[in-house]
């Protein structure tokens, strides 16, 4: 889903130096287009509404919130003019914000659009899936229950230019929120096209260092061109970026071979057949890829079959056999590199261990455990899956494995575009769904939340109070006694499968020798504001 779903000005200069020797060749550079690829279609350029990462890269790519992101994944000023540090026993954001800073269409960006965005997401109105990242602000919880009006929010506007946030708790991760998933709208924009608000280029306004031209909603191709109005601009090196949705990777890599695209993400075969290539860029990502159940179905409502799911999965031989691209074998629902232990500096996944390990025996007790509790000597399941080389792979695996190890089982794959695939996640139209999910920042909560009582994305209607009151209580604390609670959260999801979690991606690019400035994290892509032709 969200990327992953995929989130200054130094890096920009930094990436510029390579330019900066002739002016001819910087001109004509800077005219030169750069052209890329996504995976899939977005579903929305409305960054109160994305959930899926496709969408995720669009928005990360024109738009910019208080914070932004450096070339070298720092955390650095962006609307806003400089990092603050909070008041307030660490509650109280107070931020000044940059008077260049400007719409695409050459309007002021305000600390009421600002305030105009965070309330209309957290507004139950709005059907936002994504309303709990404000759930640290004041009066969050009685706004999403319907008790309070949108505009008690802990936001507000102080001047033009000056901005105030207020939380009901301390959050560790808050900058990265801020560089990430708080931005800004123009409310009469919005308000003119609204709920058509972000379903095409023409009906999107940005404000980061390129708008957007050309997506209706539904094609496969569009650009991100130049903001001039950008606070930015004179360090923005390439004044287009072309992006064309490239599912098949025979596609992708044919692309990139006759320099039709200059970056284009690969998987499985390709990976290990450009394992020599100088333009071969590998790493992981802070993504899990998972599956779930729903539990509103009787089909899919049981916990056998969840354990029995989980236990028929050879991960490392999803990974090493399957995808071949470097990725890993998921040991719980919380990836590697996403948060550390306090007291001695080592990574939660490892040190929490492998709870999700391959048992034929176990798998096999618990499938027939869930035929003698549904009465039936046989089952017919679907696996509902992206339409992407990547899924499909995984997907006829999984198939494969319940077919050959469980009796009387029958499963069928259906593989649809992203977007038909996250609308079938929000109408809960599914049975057992394959998904991923990318975090913004280090904290396991982000992942262990995807399980939790009244989380809008748990599309599953699985409930467990125990593993509720576990995550609760590790979110009310802090250091030390919040790390082991949320260590005990995820023993408890894992004990239960209340998801199912797969393997953490390895994401592997094909990136152009004659581009610079793009560089790859855990947690974030590379931002083609940072590009440069050599």
């Not at 130094?10 to 030169?32: N, P």
């Not at 071979?257 to 860029?281: F, M, P």
């Not at 499968?497 to 953490?504: A, D, I, M, N, R």
């Amino acid at each position: 889903m969200r990327r992953r779903l995929l989130v200054t000005s130094l890096g920009v200069v930094l990436a510029g130096l390579a330019l900066a020797g002739c002016s001819s060749s910087k001109a004509s550079s800077t005219d030169k287009t750069l052209n890329v690829t996504l995976p899939s279609e977005p579903a929305t350029a409305d960054p109160n509404k994305a959930t899926d990462t496709n969408s995720g890269s669009l928005i990360y790519q024109t738009m910019q919130g208080l914070y932004t992101y450096s070339k070298d994944n720092k955390v650095v000023p962006g609307v806003a003019t400089k990092v603050v540090a909070p008041t307030n026993n660490g509650k109280t954001y107070t931020f000044n914000l940059r008077h260049n800073a400007k719409w695409a269409n050459g309007d002021p960006v305000t600390a009421q659009d600002f305030v105009y965005s965070f309330q209309r997401q957290v507004d139950p109105k709005t059907k936002a899936q994504y309303a709990n990242i404000f759930d640290s602000l004041v009066n969050y919880d009685k706004i999403q229950a319907g008790k309070m009006s949108p505009d008690k929010l802990g936001v507000k506007a102080l001047g033009k230019y000056k901005l105030q946030v207020n939380l009901s708790k301390t959050v560790p991760y808050f900058n990265s929120l801020l560089a990430d998933k708080y931005m800004p709208l123009d409310q009469k924009f919005v308000e003119k096209y609204g709920q058509q608000y972000g379903t095409s280029a023409e009906k999107t306004m940005t404000n980061g260092p390129y708008k957007l031209v050309g997506w209706t909603g539904s094609n496969s191709t569009w650009s991100y061109d130049k903001n001039p109005h950008y606070w930015n601009a004179k360090a923005v090196k390439i004044n287009k970026v072309d992006v064309t949705v490239t599912k098949d990777q025979n596609t992708a890599a044919d692309l990139f071979k006759s320099n039709k695209v200059q970056e284009t993400t690969i998987t499985g075969q390709y990976v290990r057949a450009n394992a020599n290539n100088k333009d071969l860029q590998t790493h992981l990502t802070g993504r899990l890829q998972y599956l779930y159940f729903n539990n509103k179905k009787s089909a899919t409502n049981s916990e056998n079959l969840r354990q029995a799911v989980s236990y028929v999965v050879d991960r490392g031989t999803l990974t090493k056999q399957v995808l071949q691209d470097g990725s890993k074998p998921a040991m719980s629902m919380v990836p590697k590199g996403d948060q550390k232990d306090p007291s001695n500096g080592k990574d939660m996944a490892t040190e929490t261990g492998n709870l999700l390990p391959y048992d034929l025996a176990k798998a096999k007790d618990y499938w027939n455990k869930y035929l003698k509790e549904t009465g039936k000597s046989s089952a017919t399941l679907n696996l509902l899956t992206d339409d992407t080389d990547e899924d499909k792979h995984v997907g006829t695996y999984i198939q494969s494995n319940m077919q050959k190890y469980f009796k009387g089982a029958k499963v069928t794959v259906t593989s649809i575009p992203h977007a038909q695939h996250v609308a079938r996640d929000f109408a809960g139209n599914f049975e057992i769904n394959l998904t991923g999910w990318s975090t913004n920042w280090p904290d396991a909560s982000d992942f262990l939340s995807l399980a939790a009582k009244g989380n809008t994305v748990n599309f599953t209607g699985w409930n467990d109070n125990q593993f509720n009151k576990l995550l609760n209580d590790a979110n009310a604390k802090s250091g030390q006694a919040r790390y082991d609670g949320l260590v005990a959260a995820n023993k408890r999801l894992m004990a239960v499968k209340g998801l199912v979690p797969l393997y953490q991606p390895s994401e592997a690019k094909l990136v152009s020798d004659k581009v610079g400035g793009l560089s790859y994290s855990l947690l974030n892509e590379a931002q083609y504001q940072y590009a440069y032709w050599k």
